[in-house]
T-cell receptor, first 118, second 111 residues
């Protein structure tokens, strides 16, 4: 199994500023994922954070707005840049681990960072 | 992204009753997973069912998968107040390791 921690757990930020969210996994993992969950909505994948290469962004998300770092196999950061009230969401990081048979995996999620932009 | 649909969007039942939630998806999948989320917190993985499986049990949870109809159901038996949460299905498609989440069902158990 994997335990994921995120910092901060919540923050209230002013419009136009940036916030960096940290994600720490207690196991080495190949891929880490960043999701956004807008109020009352489901989860939407922002990007896949690959160690040693640039993150892969989903449609509608760009590196200038959500720069991601992945310096090693247990850590990643997501920055929400030049924030507006529309960025108010829960941001979750995630990873998956294959089971011992290598035929299926379980995906683990951090507790989330609740961001409010005023 | 192709997001699955879940129904109902919200469900309220008495404690002790069974709760059934349904999920439909659009593309061929490798597996389908169900998650629980309490009050906007992190997600908890409940159960995974592979595309070649039809039914799976875990405690009070029963999941079915019908790949011909591209649908799945989650049954929670003998519900408890602690089961109050949002439940999401998520599919893993062939060729990538990215989960696509459904719209979710908000389940409320009335004591």
């Amino acid at each position: 199994s994997a335990v994921i921690s995120q910092k901060p757990s919540r923050d209230i930020c002013q419009r136009g500023t940036s916030l960096t969210i940290q994600c720490q996994v207690d196991s080495q993992v190949t891929m880490m994922f960043w999701y956004r969950q807008q109020p009352g909505q489901s989860l939407t994948l922002i990007a896949t954070a690959n160690q040693g290469s640039e993150a892969t962004y989903e449609s509608g998300f760009v590196i200038d707005k959500f720069p991601i770092s992945r310096p090693n196999l247990t850590f990643s950061t997501l920055t929400v840049s030049n924030m507006s009230p529309e960025d108010s969401s829960i941001y979750l990081c995630s990873c998956f681990l294959w089971d011992l048979t290598g035929s299926s995996y379980e995906q683990y999620f951090g507790p989330g960072t609740r961001l409010t932009v005023t | 992204s192709q997001q699955g649909e879940e129904d109902p969007q919200a469900l309220s039942i008495q404690e002790g009753e069974n709760a059934t939630m349904n999920c439909s998806y659009k593309t061929s999948i490798n597996n389908l997973q169900w998650y629980r989320q309490n009050s906007g917190r992190g997600l908890v993985h409940l159960i995974l069912i592979r595309s070649n499986e039809r039914e799976k049990h875990s405690g009070r949870l029963r999941v079915t998968l019908d790949t011909s109809k591209k649908s799945s159901s989650l049954l929670i038996t003998a519900s408890r107040a602690a089961d109050t949460a949002s439940y999401f299905c998520a599919t893993l498609n062939f060729g990538n390791e990215k989960l696509t989440f459904g719209t979710g069902t908000r389940l409320t158990i009335i004591p």
